[in-house]
Nanobody
């Protein structure tokens, strides 16, 4: 079994910063991709950023230049550094990972439970 646990959400002022962390644990053989998605009230879940095991990254246009995703492969952890936050960044942020476990030879997508980020003055 695999678990993804997010941490680091909370309240920030516009222009401020927050750092989200996602730790994967369990019967992990290899993590192919880790990423962050977000869902604002009344909106669909959307991609924020992803990072592959090789370090290749992708970002939503709305966060480019403000957010940075990184990973520590040895610790099975992904970090989302969020700077220059805007009120429209307010959402529940979910960690996502494509993981090959010790019992399956193909990758399976797992989700964390989410952490709330509120940007408000």
């Amino acid at each position: 079994q695999v678990q993804l646990v997010e941490s680091g959400g909370g309240l920030a002022q516009p222009g401020g910063s927050l750092r989200l962390s996602c730790a994967a644990s369990g019967s992990i053989f290899r993590i192919n991709v880790m990423g962050w998605y977000r869902q604002a009230p009344g909106k669909e879940r959307e991609l924020v950023a992803t990072i592959t095991s090789a370090g290749a990254t992708t970002y939503a246009d709305s966060v480019k230049g403000r957010f940075t995703i990184s990973s520590d492969n040895a610790k099975n952890t992904a970090i989302l550094q969020m700077n220059s936050l805007k009120p429209e960044d307010t959402a529940v942020y979910y960690c996502n990972a494509n993981i090959v476990t010790l019992t399956r030879s193909w990758g399976v997508v797992y989700w964390g439970k989410g952490t709330l980020v509120t940007v408000s003055s």
